[in-house]
T-cell receptor, first 110, second 115 residues
Framework: SQQGEEDPQALSIQEGENATMNCSYK?????LQWYRQNSGRGLVHLIL?????REKHSGRLRVTLDTSKKSSSLLITASRAADTASYFC??????????FGGGTRVLVKP | GAVVSQHPSRVICKSGTSVKIECRSL??????MFWYRQFPKQSLMLMAT?????????EQGVEKDKFLINHASLTLSTLTVTSAHPEDSSFYIC???????????FGPGTRLLVL
């Protein structure tokens, strides 16, 4: 399969709580990216972590990368109702092609 | 940030007709554009990679004669779904990158419904 895997597939939390989702990929990568997609809309790029980086922060987002395990995690701290969306990881290998994970649907309840 | 547009945003067509979707990079030159398809509640699947001035490279299982891609300029790529059938109904998303960046900039998507 072309796709990587993400877990959980769905996540329901209360506003203010943290949301963590994980992603695994299959091949060696140049970088790994996380995107958000609101229902029926296009993708919004959130953060990119290069293969030689282990952790990166951007606002309320924290991304980790473990190339030995071929896995990454995205943490959203102090979640808000507006964070409700689907989140996708995408690994970029040689040739600049992105391979997307299956996505995690996050519901943040007010 | 860089902006990528798609047109149309939604299209409904009859089975057997052809539909053209445009993808434009508005404020940068895109040497490479990518076309994805996304079925409901599923992830994005890469269909093809398009480089300006050359033939597109299709992913395994994607029919190049059915999904015609043209990347005639550094700011425009088109995807034509030929002889569309109901199973082609999907959300089609393009992305573009310039020669300098790591990031692909995604268009807002085109929802195709084939009746």
């Amino acid at each position: 399969s072309q796709q990587g895997e993400e877990d959980p597939q769905a996540l329901s939390i209360q506003e203010g709580e943290n949301a963590t989702m994980n992603c695994s990929y299959k091949t060696s990568i140049n970088n790994l990216q996380w995107y958000r997609q609101n229902s029926g809309r296009g993708l919004v790029h959130l953060i990119l972590i290069r293969s030689n980086e282990r952790e990166k922060h951007s606002g309320r987002l924290r991304v980790t990368l473990d190339t030995s395990k071929k896995s990454s995690s995205l943490l959203i701290t102090a979640s808000r109702a507006a964070d409700t969306a689907s989140y996708f990881c995408a690994s970029e290998a040689a040739g600049n092609k992105l391979t997307f994970g299956g996505g995690t649907r996050v519901l943040v309840k007010p | 940030g860089a902006v990528v547009s798609q047109h149309p945003s939604r299209v409904i067509c009859k089975s057997g007709t052809s539909v053209k979707i445009e993808c434009r990079s508005l404020d940068f030159q895109a040497t490479t554009m990518f076309w994805y398809r996304q079925f409901p509640k599923q992830s994005l699947m890469l269909m093809a990679t398009s480089n300006e001035g050359s033939k597109a490279t299709y992913e395994q299982g994607v029919e190049k004669d059915k999904f015609l891609i043209n990347h005639a300029s550094l700011t425009l790529s088109t995807l034509t779904v030929t002889s569309a059938h109901p199973e082609d109904s999907s959300f089609y998303i393009c992305s573009a990158r310039d020669y300098r960046g790591w990031t692909q900039y995604f268009g807002p998507g085109t929802r195709l419904l084939v009746l």
